[in-house]
């Protein structure tokens, strides 16, 4: 039987496909209960950490904050039920200190396919 609550399964790609992934920013995710330590998931988390600060950085975050992973349920997508749609959804999260501006990274038209209620 498959562990589903192993955090080492929800990362399922290497450090440089993150570099295929967008960077959005967001005024202001204020609820980080449900965040979780990269190291938790990864034991190489330093080697995604790396990629993630040099997108952030680039996009324009100060480098303040912790980075850490948010999960979007398979729920808030429409579209074909694959493991994207099933499994949900990981993204990297930062919350800069000095404003609150959340910088998310994420996959590429991952937000094409949100549940809408128009």
């Not at 990362?11 to 449900?34: H, K, M, Q």
């Not at 994420?106 to 809408?116: A, D």
């Amino acid at each position: 039987m498959i562990n589903q609550k192993d955090k080492k399964r929800i990362i399922t790609y290497g450090p440089s496909d993150l570099r295929n992934f967008e960077v959005l920013a967001y005024e202001w995710i204020d609820n980080l209960c449900f965040t979780i330590d990269p190291a938790e998931c990864l034991e190489n988390a330093e080697e995604y950490l790396a990629v993630v600060r040099e997108l952030f950085l680039t996009e324009g975050w100060y480098g303040d904050g912790n980075i850490e992973l948010m999960w979007i349920p398979p729920f808030m997508f429409e579209g074909p039920r694959t493991d994207l749609f099933t499994l949900g959804v990981i993204v990297w999260h930062v919350k800069q200190r000095e404003d609150g501006i959340s910088w998310i990274l994420h996959p590429k038209g991952m937000f094409e396919n949100l549940i809408t209620n128009e």
